[in-house]
C-alpha cells in the first residue's frame, strides 16, 4: 500500500476521515501540515480518485470518498501491480545479456538485506556442480535474514536441485532443521570453531562468497577467481572429513 500512497497522503486522507470533510485551511490545522504542502497532497489524491473537491460559498471543500470504495481501489491497485509485474518480468526476459555469467566482476561487494539477498541466489543460479559447500554461523543467520531464506531463498534452492554440505556451530536452529536435512537436501555437521563469528562463508563453482550478520545492515563479498574456490573447497573438505556426522543422511 505504501507504493501507492505517501505517508502525508495517508495523514491527510486520514484527516479528512475524521472530519468527514473540510477546506484547506481546516485539513491545515488538523495535520499540522502548512497549506503551502497541502495543495500538490490533495492534488495527488483527487488525481487517485481517492478525494473530490466540491465548491461551497466560494472555498472549495474536500471530501474522501468512503472506505468501502477505498477497500476497492485498493484492491484495483493491487491487481495493477500484478499486472505490472507480470510486464516486467516478461521486458526483463526479453533482454539480452551479452555475458553468460551472472556476475562478470572479479570481486563485488553487496550492501544492505536486499543486496545481500541477491547474492544468495547467485549460489543457485547457474551452479552446475549442483553442490554448496557453507560455513555458517546459523544463529546469527536466522536472526538476521530468517525469514528470507525460510520463504525465499531455501525453496529456490532445492527447486533447482542445489545440495549443500554445511559446516555449523550447534544452534536450536541447526538441532531443528539436522532432523529435515533429506527434505532440505542437506548434509550437516557441528563444529563449534565457528560459533559467534556472526558470518558464513559459501563456496559454489568457481566463486566464494562471504556474508557478515549485521541485523541493521548486512553486507557481503563475492569473490570470482577459481584458485581461491579451489582451495576453500580442500579447506572445508578437511574440516568435514574431521568431524562425525550427526545423522545427516
Known amino acids: 500500500m505504501n507504493n501507492f500512497i505517501s505517508e ?9 476521515y475524521k472530519m468527514q470533510n473540510g477546506s484547506v485551511h481546516e485539513l491545515s ?3 499540522l501540515i502548512n497549506r503551502t504542502t497541502l495543495y500538490p497532497i ?23 470518498i468512503s472506505k468501502q470504495d477505498f477497500l476497492l481501489w485498493a484492491k484495483r491497485r493491487e491487481s495493477d501491480m500484478q499486472k505490472e509485474n507480470q ?4 521486458w526483463i526476459g526479453n533482454q539480452k545479456n551479452t555475458n553468460s555469467e551472472s ?12 543486496s545481500v539477498k541477491n547474492l544468495y541466489h547467485d549460489s543457485w543460479r547457474d551452479n552446475k556442480e549442483k553442490i554448496i559447500y557453507s560455513i555458517c554461523d546459523y544463529a546469527s543467520a536466522y536472526s538476521t535474514l530468517g525469514d528470507f531464506f525460510r520463504n525465499e531463498y531455501f525453496p529456490q534452492r532445492i527447486k533447482h536441485q542445489i545440495k549443500v554440505k554445511s559446516l555449523l556451530p550447534k544452534s536450536e536452529d541447526g538441532e531443528r532443521e539436522i532432523k529435515s536435512v533429506k527434505k532440505m ?11 559467534d563469528l556472526n558470518i558464513e562463508i559459501n563456496i559454489y563453482g568457481d566463486k566464494v562468497s562471504i556474508v557478515a550478520f549485521d541485523e541493521k545492515k548486512p553486507t557481503g563479498v563475492l569473490i570470482k577467481n577459481k584458485k581461491i574456490s579451489l582451495a576453500m573447497k580442500e579447506i572445508f573438505e578437511y574440516l568435514w572429513r574431521k568431524k562425525q556426522s550427526k545423522n545427516s543422511k
Open 8 to 16: 502525508k497522503e495517508k495523514k491527510v486522507l486520514a484527516g479528512l
Open 29 to 31: 490545522r488538523e495535520t
Open 42 to 64: 490533495i492534488e495527488k489524491l483527487i488525481e487517485k480518485g481517492l478525494v473530490s473537491g466540491i465548491k461551497s460559498e466560494n472555498k472549495t471543500v474536500y471530501q474522501p
Open 87 to 90: 510486464e516486467l518480468a516478461g
Open 103 to 114: 556476475l562478470i566482476s572479479e570481486m563485488k561487494y553487496f550492501n544492505g538485506s536486499e
Open 185 to 195: 537436501l542437506r548434509e550437516m555437521k557441528f563444529i563449534n570453531l565457528f560459533r
